[in-house]
């Protein structure tokens, strides 16, 4: 938030207001994506702004920002492009009037899906030098769903704190039971 606060110039990128450094950390502010979380998981500075947490819930997943918001705002993005706090390419998302394209939304999931791949090839390669004794096993997440599905086991989150564990194990459980 101080980042995206210093880059904005203490203002809140959908309203213009002045942002006050003494309630940064408190609920009055959110970190907003331009590209939706709902269609892209792109944590990048390039696709965060700080904003006020009720511009936030007033915009939604709408892309592309409204045009209120770009007439009002166009002009301090371009301020801040040219003393370059912001990209080019954060500069583009925000003025942007055109919906997301088919092409884009599937880009979004095969990067996503190549991310996944090598982070899975990256600790496959810390275990294996860690633990060069082990074997690796791969598993799929659809897997594990059957395997709940077909033996009544239930997955609720808010029930324990422990879920990820109990994830995994059912992986291990899958790979060698079920399979």
């Known amino acids: 938030k101080l980042f995206l606060y210093f880059q904005q110039m203490g203002r809140c990128m959908y309203s213009n207001e002045p942002i006050s450094i003494g309630e940064l950390f408190t609920k009055a502010y959110d ?91 990256a600790t496959t390669s810390l275990l294996k030098r860690f633990y060069p004794d082990s074997e690796i096993v791969y598993t799929k997440a659809e897997n594990v769903s059957h395997f709940r599905h077909d033996f009544d086991f239930v997955q609720v989150r808010s029930l324990s704190n422990h879920h990820h564990a109990q994830d995994a194990y059912l992986h291990i459980i899958v790979r060698h039971v079920y399979l």
């Open 31 to 121: 970190i907003d994506h331009i590209y939706p979380r709902s269609k892209t998981k792109d944590d990048s500075f390039d696709n965060l702004v700080l904003v006020k947490a009720k511009e936030n819930r007033e915009k939604t997943d709408i892309y592309p920002i409204e045009d209120t918001i770009r007439t009002r705002m166009k002009s301090h993005w371009e301020l801040l492009k040219n003393h370059k706090l912001i990209s080019q390419r954060k500069y583009d998302r925000l003025v942007r009037v055109d919906p997301l394209t088919a092409d884009e939304l599937s880009g979004f999931i095969a990067r996503q899906l190549v991310e996944t791949n090598q982070s899975v090839k």
